[in-house]
């Protein structure tokens, strides 16, 4: 079984629209959850930490829900710049395991 | 400027040729990490380093070699070894082995 998966898309979205992506992981024992951002032929740059009690900045929302082994990463008001992949990433023990990446399309 | 920086940017090899990757950082960072992504995959950890002059490998290890002899410093050597050479190298770095870590913006090397 995969450390870590991800609904592979493609997510295509009107602009203003919500969208929600999830990312589910293997071992119980995880303890740390980031979502990071993937520009077509770019390096993934770092989005946001997730924490057990979740956390916001701005319109992005990110959640962690233990029981049930995922993390979820919600975009309000999404906006074409916001086209990308998101990566989901569980660190377990001393390894970072990453998600193949959810690809999202904004249309204008 | 603090950051990553990855040298150079595209790479064409022929087959049976060793090639280095570069990889520095200035954010006073102990860990470092190389990966490989291949079209239409996710990152595949190659090897990372925790400290100076210590390193392990990681999922995919066969036909590549690293050295750490500086903090700032974790090139890549992709070796004749290695059967499908060709993808994209991202390097990382990272304040310890469980925080966030930072992308450098990647080398894509073609072997032919």
């Known amino acids: 079984r995969k450390e870590v998966e991800q609904d592979p898309g493609p997510f295509n979205v009107p602009e203003g629209a919500t969208v929600a992506f999830n990312c589910t992981y293997s071992?119980?024992?995880?303890?740390?959850f980031f979502w990071y951002r993937q520009d077509c032929r770019k390096e993934p740059k770092l989005l946001m930490s997730?924490?057990?009690s979740g956390n916001e900045d701005g319109r992005f929302t990110a959640q962690l829900n233990r029981a049930s082994q995922y993390i979820s990463l919600l975009i309000r008001d999404s906006k074409l710049s916001e086209s990308a992949t998101y990566l989901c990433?569980?660190?377990?023990?001393?390894?970072?395991?990453f998600g193949t990446g959810t690809s999202l399309t904004v249309i204008p | 400027d603090g950051g990553i920086t990855q040298s150079p940017k595209y790479l064409f090899r022929k087959e049976g040729q060793n090639v280095t990757l570069s990889c520095e950082q200035n954010?006073?960072?102990?860990?470092m990490y190389w990966y490989r992504q291949d079209p239409g995959q996710g990152l595949r950890l190659i090897y990372y380093?925790?400290?100076?002059?210590?390193?392990q490998k990681g999922d995919i290890a066969e036909g590549y070699s690293v050295s750490r002899e500086k903090k700032e410093s974790f090139p890549l050597t992709v070796t004749s070894a290695q059967k499908n050479p060709t993808a994209f190298y991202l390097c990382?770095?990272?304040?310890?082995?469980?925080?966030?870590?930072?992308f450098g913006p990647g080398t894509r090397l073609t072997v032919t």
């Open positions: 990382a770095s990272s304040r310890g082995i469980w925080n966030e870590q930072y």
């Open positions: 990433v569980v660190v377990t023990g001393n390894q970072f395991y």
């Open positions: 997730v924490y057990s």
């Open positions: 071992n119980s024992a995880s303890q740390s």
């Open positions: 380093s925790q400290i100076v002059n210590d390193f």
């Open positions: 954010l006073n960072h102990d860990a």
